[in-house]
């Protein structure tokens, strides 16, 4: 678990189920979905701050650690 | 090394700063005329105003020392008490913010009045002001001796400032002064930190001999999995990543005001996202660089490898920084400081006079009345926060002591909360066993830390009592008081879901509908341009929820709205963000086209003066 793979993992899996389990909530909600207009739009930014925070983190976490 | 003392220079620019922000936040107190204006700011401002102003609130005086040597120790992985919220984004963004927007609660102790009942309003607000007097106080120390060590200057001189400057223009403006000097201080402190780190990376030759000059298990974001005791990641996550998160932006009465003051929900969620996404990140770096900075400058021999790490902020700014560049980070570290004392006290008049004083003492006075209570209350907690600088700079027990109480009852809070934000089957029976329940669980791990040691995953137990699995008494402490609020909830009664309308997940809809008086508009408009009417028309009575304007019909169809409708009319020039704004409610279609037509007080109110064109948008 040590390792910084294992971390990464553990990271996203804890903070992802806040997140998954939230995103589910505010899709029950009506204002996050797959229907055109807001609820789209709101769905694709949220996933996409989600990916972000991944790719920033695992920017330093695997890649720029050997520069 | 003795405390740098700075040149007449850095002196220049700090008591310049202290001057600036005393009449920045005094002008800004013109606009304050009842108590909406007071704690909400009126409900008006835009996106980026809120945001720049919630960082420097989230960024307190104590970040800069604590992280720098977090950074200098662990290097990376100082972050990441930082860069943890975006997780929470659905829940507070789409259903926590509407309902507090919508069903127009003032604090989170009227909140569990009206989701619970009166007891745990009671419960809950004595918890909340003991909390936030006490961390008044704590604030002005950490400041006082920060000075202290850089500066050289006494401490309760340092904490006295700081008490005086914040206390007039919060008690002059309120939230209006405290968001507008957030702003400005926001943006220091995030300069500061770049200068900072520029000059560092300048003097050790550049971003890539910094780079190499750090260790390489310094360079992670992510720190060991659970070593140290004292800070790995484990712990981390569930102490800042969870509890802490939890309790910033669900419970924090200035942050809940904050959202209050934004003009509409999107701009609530816009606030956010730019929040999260890009600012907090930037406060990572501003707060923690100097202990990188400090590390590799070890590395090349430019600072002693024995350095005190408590002092290492100290140390590179003095390492790196000319006179007059010492001053303005000097200064932005007080801006950490004075912009969370600022919201700290207005969020204590706020709690004050919505949750004592209206619902025990005076229940129907005038809205004038309250606002002149809520002054003398922002100033009276500007005075007890600095006497409580004496007590807990005098009695290291006490201030032990709060902090134990902190520790005590944060996580219960939260639980409470969460469970009644999103569980319709959650009652009062369940907030009171969640709350004392959790408390005394966690009190039990105080003395007795044996029991935190099936939540510890595998972190040493580090010391005795409170010094004991530091950051995972938070996860034990969650478990504990949801434990207790999921069985005794299931054990009794559901509530009554019609009383429960509006503060649980899934009757948002009704609360909208009850914010609006009418059936809401869920997408929004484009805004317009409008020339200005002004009319003879009576102001809106106390208690009426808004002003009345009237619109023509086709500039009604082109912003998407109707008559009933709720929209914001503002100042041309977008740069105000609101400041010189109003809301008001469509009442009648009958203005000419291009035209608004708009009473003369309400104008006024909005901090308009009726010349050439203003804009206008549907906000519900």
Known sequence: ?67 | MQPHVGTSLDYTIIVAYFVIVLGFGSIFGRHTRSTKDFFFGGQRFSWWIIAFSLVATTVGSYSFIKYSRVAYTHGLSSTMSYTNDWFWMPMLAFVWLPIVFYSRITSVPEYFERRFNPRVRLLTTIVIMIYLLGYIGINLLTMGVALKAMLGWNIYVAAAAVAVVCGIYVTAGGQTSVIMTDLLQGLMLLVAGFILFGLGTRRLGGLKRFWSLLPRDHRLPLNYFNRPPEFNFVGVLWQDGVSQTMFAYFINQGMIMRFLSAKSTREGRRALVFLFLVLMFLAAVAVSNAGWIGRAMVGAGLLPADMDPQMVFVKVADAVCSPGIFGFVMAALTAALMSTADTLLNATSAIVVNDIYRPYFRANATDRHYLGVARITSSAAAVIGFGAVFIFASFKSIYAAHGAFTATVTPPMAAAVMMGAFWRRYNSAGAVATIVGGAVALAVSLIEPEVIRPFSFGVPRGGEHHHAWVYQRALFGLVASMGAGFVVTLLTRAPDLQRISGLVWGTLDDARRSFKGGEPKREPGPTVSLAVKVVDCAPPAEGADYGLVSLAPGDLARMKADVGDIIQVSHRNPIYGGLRSLQARVSADTAAEGTIEIGRDLLRDGGLDGQGRIRAELIL
């Open chain 1, 1 to 67: 678990m040590d390792s910084p793979l294992g971390i990464f993992l553990f990271e996203y899996l804890v903070l992802g189920v806040v997140f998954f389990v939230g995103l589910v909530y505010a899709i029950r909600q009506g204002d996050v979905g797959l229907r055109r207009g807001r609820p789209r739009k709101n769905l694709v930014m949220l996933l996409s701050g989600y990916v972000l925070y991944m790719a920033v983190h695992g920017f330093f976490q695997f890649i720029a650690v050997g520069f």
